[in-house]
T-cell receptor
Framework: KAGVTQTPRYLIKTRGQQVTLSCSPISGHRSVSWYQQTPGQGLQFLFE???????NKGNFPGRFSGRQFSNSRSEMNVSTLELGDSALYLC??????????????FGPGTRLTVT | GESVGLHLPTLSVQEGDNSIINCAYS??????FIWYKQESGKGPQFIIDIRSNMDKRQGQRVTVLLNKTVKHLSLQIAATQPGDSAVYFCAENKGSSGSARQLTFGSGTQLTVLP
């Protein structure tokens, strides 16, 4: 069974631009979560989707948004990019709806660099 | 503020020795804890989890210990191998049972296995 896939793997953008990252969960998984990983802040939760609905949201500004499609694939968007948005963005999928006790499987991440 | 923290940022052990990675948490309401392993260029990989109603849980070569009295979590790796070299994160879930996932991650410990 294929794992979580994220595209693109690497991305370079300029301040002020916007970016869209894509995540395809493991087949059959319906819950998708997004995380930001930086050297300074570590891994931080962005949001979680299930059945095309955002179930939970972390403490990030409104420039960060996401959505989930009927096939469980998810996208996240960052508008008006800032230098501090440079990070590894990780997507994780799980089989069950977003309860705490279900194992999440992480993708390899998208490395975003903002210049 | 509340956070999950690690006692040491780096840990070096000899191949074959046992490793112990520590984690402190501050939220007594956290009910679920997870250890992840992240190798370079990859997303975090689930190692083992433990719920707050347990003190110890064992997996293959790994054991997690939870001391709720002092809010301390540890990961023990037996007979450490070169493939165990990675960054290890602990994560706590602050949500109540049955609620959506609200994971907070520690900053990570870099484990290096020496030949």
């Amino acid at each position: 069974k294929a794992g979580v896939t994220q595209t693109p793997r690497y991305l370079i953008k300029t301040r002020g631009q916007q970016v869209t990252l894509s995540c395809s969960p493991i087949s059959g998984h319906r819950s998708v979560s997004w995380y930001q990983q930086t050297p300074g802040q570590g891994l931080q939760f962005l949001f979680e989707y299930f059945s095309e609905t955002q179930r939970n949201k972390g403490n990030f500004p409104g420039r960060f948004s996401g959505r989930q499609f009927s096939n469980s694939r998810s996208e996240m968007n960052v508008s008006t990019l800032e230098l501090g948005d440079s990070a590894l963005y990780l997507c994780a999928s799980s089989l069950q709806p977003g309860t705490p006790y279900t194992e999440q499987y992480f993708g390899p991440g998208t490395r975003l660099t903002v210049t | 503020g509340e956070s999950v923290g690690l006692h040491l940022p780096t840990l070096s052990v000899q191949e074959g020795d046992n490793s112990i990675i520590n984690c402190a948490y501050s939220n007594s309401a956290s009910d679920y804890f997870i250890w992840y392993k992240q190798e370079s260029g990859k997303g975090p990989q689930f190692i083992i989890d433990i719920r707050s109603n347990m003190d110890k849980r064992q997996g293959q070569r790994v054991t997690v210990l939870l001391n709720k009295t002092v809010k301390h979590l540890s990961l023990q790796i037996a007979a450490t191998q070169p493939g165990d070299s990675a960054v290890y994160f602990c994560a706590e879930n602050k949500g109540s049972s049955g609620s959506a996932r609200q994971l907070t991650f520690g900053s990570g410990t870099q484990l290096t296995v020496l030949p």
